[in-house]
DNA sequence: GACTAACGTTAGTGAAACTAACGACGTCGG
DNA sequence: CCGACGTCGTTAGTTTCACTAACGTTAGTC
């Protein structure tokens, strides 16, 4: 009541006050924008019969060594209900191998192959290429920027959670 | 380029060396935050018997005024088959009136009602408490950055597809 | 007056993120 | 040693989202 109603938007002062909400939000921002960067990078991947999920997995192998599949599930951040099928997948074209833990006989421990590698590598490839139309308006350095604050949110919010 | 192959990473030190592939992918770090930004919204919202559908469109119909079920549909990205709910949702909750339009039969114009733009009031209200949390670990100037960032990405990625 | 296109609506698809429950196994406290 | 409890892999199911297909109806166009 204080405030008098916006009104209809009849051109009256103060334009820029109240521009848009929508295209500022940044949660709108960023379903939508990530709903076409997931889109993109599905339709790339698909062409080469792979997965975001495979991808997810095989770097993980790759960079962290192997594990169980609940260590890779904590990793990825993919549920451990869905990596069973991922794993499947993976396991079918010989990319990793699922080999049960002499230590431990609830586990499976996964191993990244070397077919697993060079399709990693594939794949990084096409990823890049992926970002590149991804991020195609930015450039260099606003793309690390943009990178940058990503991680800083998601930090702060898987800390949080 | 320093090509330098991670290798195995044998002995689980988990050095720095080779710095997760995974975790810069913007995609990827897009549709994480995506989801949790989407999950921290919709909570929010839910407390206030509210989806972000229906910010949305109030959003849409205060800053540009009324318009048929289609108009809305482009304007909010929201798809026309999933409007018809969205709206009868918020006519339920006489946020919204639709009426048919006399000069194309076809159409029904969509208005704001009173209620409705008191309800977009205490919706902004509850979106900007959220959205400091969201963007919580960004100085407003990042902030602003971020926004400016996504908005051009997605400007792109709109009239691209 | 026939064609085409846009409208609102209904139904249904596929993927993603998550929950619940299971039997099998390990670990820890008493 | 034993029971309580947590973890593991797995199966099944839920919900939500973005999207497609088809429909009858109505408008504009030739």
Redesign the interface.
Known sequence: MTRA??A??PGDGAPKT?????????????????T???R??NEGLAQADAR?WHY?VL??L?????GSQATLSR???IYRSDMVGVLNELAERHLVERAPDPDDQRRNIITISPQGRRRLRRL?KI?DD??DE?????SPA??D???Q??????????RT?
């Open positions: 109603e916006p209809d938007v109240t521009p848009d909400r929508l295209r500022r939000r940044a949660s709108r921002l960023l379903s939508q924008l990530s076409r960067s997931d993109l990078i975001k997810a770097a993980s790759q960079d962290h060594g192997p990793r990825t951040g990084d990823l992926l970002h991804l991020l195609a308006p930015l606003e793309r920027q943009f990178v604050l990503l991680t800083r949110l998601l930090d702060y919010h898987t959670s």
